[in-house]
């Protein structure tokens, strides 16, 4: 069995501020890891995926994530963020192949202030 | 169709009453999950399909919650009964799978508000 856990549930931050948003899991097995967006009153959105390969990960929108096997961690950041990524990030694995359930953790609101 | 496409987006039913929820994967997208999303934040997987074939149940409350996939039809999600407990957005995801990892596609969710 798989477990995520999201270490900040509210992440306040200035526009054009950098950003972390800290992500580890728990799992026997080997995983694939994945960030979504959720945007109010929508659906999730891929924001980037590890399967295998380079540990750092770029995905849409300016993100970027680093694989750490060793800590377990899967940590997403933005170098600058806009007022566009106040959202809820959610952190997500799965054992591969990957037609398995995914695991989310708890999510981290991610507030954009001017 | 390129999107998940989940209907309808919000139902209203009384407690006690019938809940009927449908999914239309990606064409081509041969596995369609099913999760419960409660209070914003937690996603809690319910039961998945490989074609019309249940892959993974182990989420599904077996009471009163049922699901189908049939040929040419759209996925469906049925609570018989529904409890107040069952307020949730329900979120259909599909993936089309490959050998290289697959990403689960979203829909917009259908948001269930039991009174």
């Known amino acids: 069995a798989q477990s995520v856990t999201q270490l900040d549930s509210q992440v306040p931050v200035f526009e054009e501020a950098p950003v972390e948003l800290r992500c580890n899991y728990s799992s026997s097995v080997s995983v694939y890891l994945f960030w979504y967006v959720q945007y109010p009153n929508q659906g999730l959105q891929l924001l980037l995926k590890y399967l295998s390969g380079s540990t750092l990960v770029k995905g849409i929108n300016g993100f970027e994530a680093e694989f750490n096997k060793s800590q377990t961690s899967f940590h997403l950041r933005k170098p600058s963020v806009h007022i566009s990524d106040t959202a809820e990030y959610f952190c997500?694995?799965?054992?591969?192949?990957?037609?398995?359930?995914?695991?989310f953790g708890a999510g981290t609101t991610v507030t954009v202030r001017a | 169709g390129e999107e998940v496409a989940q209907t309808p987006k919000h139902l209203v039913r009384g407690e006690g009453q019938k809940a009927k929820l449908y999914c239309a994967p990606i064409?081509?997208?041969?596995?369609v999950f099913w999760y419960q999303q409660v209070l914003k934040n937690e996603f809690k997987f319910l039961i998945s399909?490989?074609?019309?074939?249940?892959?993974?149940e182990t989420g599904m409350p077996k009471e009163r919650f049922s699901a189908k996939c049939l040929p040419n039809s759209p996925c469906s999600l049925e609570i018989q009964a529904t409890k107040l407990e069952d307020s949730a957005v329900y979120f259909c995801?599909?993936?089309?799978?490959?050998?290289?990892?697959?990403?689960?596609?979203f829909g917009p969710g259908t948001r269930l508000t039991v009174l």
């Open positions: 064409k081509g997208h041969s596995y």
């Open positions: 997500a694995v799965t054992p591969p192949p990957g037609d398995y359930k995914l695991s």
């Open positions: 399909f490989q074609n019309e074939n249940v892959f993974d």
């Open positions: 995801a599909s993936i089309h799978r490959n050998t290289h990892g697959d990403t689960q596609y």
